[in-house]
């Protein structure tokens, strides 16, 4: 089984700056991604970032240039620094986890942290 805790969440002011954190612990063999999705009420769940083993990256369009993810592969820990913080940012972020247990490749999720940007 595998646990997610994200962490940094919080209220900040547009044009402000976040950075959430999520650490994973647990039964896997390897992670081959994690990233950050955001789901804001009544609407659907979207990616915001991602990040490979391997240190491929990508993002939603509305966040390039404004977030950046990152992974500390020792320490099973990822990353989203945020900054330019818009309205529009508001929603919980959801961390996510792809691994291997051998011989399946499964997916975890963290329970979820708010973002809120006020304007």
């Known amino acids: 089984q595998v646990q997610l805790v994200e962490s940094g969440g919080g209220l900040v002011q547009a044009g402000g700056s976040l950075r959430l954190s999520c650490v994973a612990s647990g039964s896997f063999s390897t992670i081959n991604a994690m990233g950050w999705y955001r789901q804001a009420p009544g609407k659907q769940r979207e990616l915001v970032a991602r990040?490979?083993?391997?240190?491929?990256?990508n993002y939603r369009d509305s966040v390039k240039g404004r977030f950046t993810i990152s992974r500390d592969i020792p320490k099973n820990t990822v990353h989203l620094q945020m900054n330019s913080l818009k309205s529009e940012d508001t929603s919980v972020y959801y961390c996510?986890?792809?691994?291997?247990?051998?011989?399946?490749?499964?997916?975890?999720w963290g329970q979820g942290i708010q973002v809120t940007v006020s304007s």
């Open positions: 996510n986890m792809e691994y291997v247990l051998f011989p399946e490749t499964l997916s975890a």
């Open positions: 990040i490979t083993y391997g240190g491929i990256t």
